[in-house]
């Protein structure tokens, strides 16, 4: 496991040092996040090449294939390599015909926890985060209820960190009430940039902010001034979109995610990129 962390490294909480350019275990699933992998081999190979590029932060889900994605963690690296962080999360279900769907009563909750556990081969998870909100993006919506329930099992040992995703500025205070929030993962791209305000205040908090689909997941991001700027720069223009948001704030942690060896190495090189000003000011025209 390499000792170079790409992106560098953040440390929101004690014990927990992140990999800023972590990975994204979704896409390893089959079409629609449902049922194996395309490529089980590929799938498996891609883990293994994430932790030996250095990434020390891997998200996932119960909820992703379902389960599929959390045995093929386990399967390519249990035992677990040392500093190796795993992000998982809480609050949905899928049924059989794909769908998504909200999973929020505490006991649900608690049960999920324990299924990660399970699936993952673990003891104790490193971070829970609470995915609230709907799939059209936050709703607002109290969630003490809901985070006490995972707050209660972070007191019984089982859970060391509490995050939260899909949330609003109002929600993360809401938690934070309740117990220490350490990361917050929510949409945010060059061209999506509603949560600037919750990506500045995690700045100021120190909190890890992920940021997901940060190429813009389902509907990847086109812009002529982002193909300009990469044609410029000699990289891709993914490998752009992924540099502008390890500098847009200190505390952004990204997951971007493939389910090919060679698609994670071209991300992974995006955490050596260092864009020049005249760059930064051009990208943010982008955003709205």
């Known amino acids: 496991m390499s000792e170079n962390l790409p992106g560098g490294a953040l440390t929101p909480a004690d014990g927990l040092t992140l990999s800023r350019m972590g990975y994204g275990a979704m896409q390893l699933a089959g079409p629609g996040v449902f049922g194996p992998p395309r490529d089980r ?6 883990l293994r090449e994430a932790v030996d ?5 891997i998200d996932t889900s119960d909820f992703y294939g379902p ?3 959390n045995e093929l963690i386990r399967e390519a ?3 677990y390599p040392q500093g190796l962080h795993l992000v998982t999360k809480v ?5 059989a015909d794909r769908s998504w769907i909200p999973a929020q009563e505490p006991d649900d909750l608690k049960a999920q926890v324990w299924e990660n556990l399970e699936h993952l081969g673990l003891d104790v998870l490193d971070v829970v985060n609470l995915r609230v909100g709907v799939a059209e993006g936050t709703s607002g919506e109290p969630l003490g209820a809901q985070f006490a329930a995972l707050a209660e099992l972070r007191q019984e040992g089982l859970i060391r960190h509490l995050g939260l995703s899909n949330v609003t500025l109002g929600q ?6 309740i117990a220490p929030v350490v990361t917050v993962q929510n949409l945010y791209n060059l061209a999506n940039r509603q949560d600037d305000a919750l990506v500045d205040r995690c700045a ?3 909190i890890a902010f ?3 689909f940060p190429l813009g997941g389902f509907t990847p991001l086109q812009s002529d001034t982002l193909d300009g700027v990469a044609a410029r720069l000699g990289a891709s223009p993914q490998q752009v979109a992924l540099a502008w948001l390890l500098q847009r704030s200190p505390t952004t942690v990204l997951i971007p995610g493939t389910s090919s060896v060679a698609h994670l190495r071209e991300n992974m090189a995006a955490a050596e990129l260092k864009l020049p000003t005249d760059a930064i000011e051009e990208l943010d025209t982008i955003g709205g």
């Open 77 to 79: 690296l249990h035992p």
């Open 91 to 95: 609050g949905a279900r899928r049924g």
């Open 172 to 177: 993360l205070t809401e938690a934070q009430a």
């Open 210 to 212: 992920a940021a997901f």
């Open 204 to 206: 100021e908090e120190n």
């Open 67 to 69: 389960v599929v994605v």
């Open 53 to 57: 590029l250095g990434v020390r932060h």
């Open 41 to 46: 081999e590929q799938a498996l190979a891609v």
